[in-house]
């Protein structure tokens, strides 16, 4: 007959090996998808003139600032969330990493709507609208999470 005791050790040895699938994964969020009217290439450097910016184009930064703006706040509940949903065996480690990257990839977006400073008039004038970071569509289509291994 098992005591009170040895369910709760139970208990905690299980979430313990829970909490070890967390540090073997972390959550990414980039223009990781294909999309058709860009190759990875260009996806890449589109990602750096405008989050750096260049000589001619201001930095915009969508990554950076979504994080700045989101991680103190929307990115650490979902976390909480996703870790309290890992502890009671509601979601696997990987699942929560796909829960808060899910997160991150949508305020990414949200940055990616309202980002300024607002385009020049000759950039208005060829892509008829001001809005900075859409083109095509493209480099908002291509944003997606990852979830991979960590390295130790």
Do not use: C
């Amino acid at each position: 007959m098992s005591s009170g005791a040895d369910e709760i050790i139970q208990k905690l040895r299980m979430q313990q090996r829970r909490l070890k699938q967390l540090n073997n994964n972390q959550a990414n969020v980039g223009a990781f998808k294909n999309v058709p009217e860009h190759t990875p290439e260009e996806l890449q450097k589109i990602v750096r003139w405008n989050e750096f910016g260049t000589a001619k184009i201001p930095a915009r930064s969508f990554l950076r600032g979504a994080s700045a703006r989101n991680r103190k706040h929307s990115w650490k509940f979902v976390a909480g969330t996703a870790l309290k949903s890992v502890l009671n065996g509601k979601l696997t480690g990987n699942q929560a990493y796909q829960m808060v990257g899910k997160q991150m990839a949508d305020d990414v977006r949200k940055q990616i709507d309202t980002i300024g400073p607002p385009n020049a008039a000759a950039t208005v004038k060829l892509k008829g609208r001001n809005q900075p970071l859409v083109d095509t569509g493209g480099l908002y289509r291509s944003i997606d999470e990852k979830v991979t291994k960590r390295d130790h």
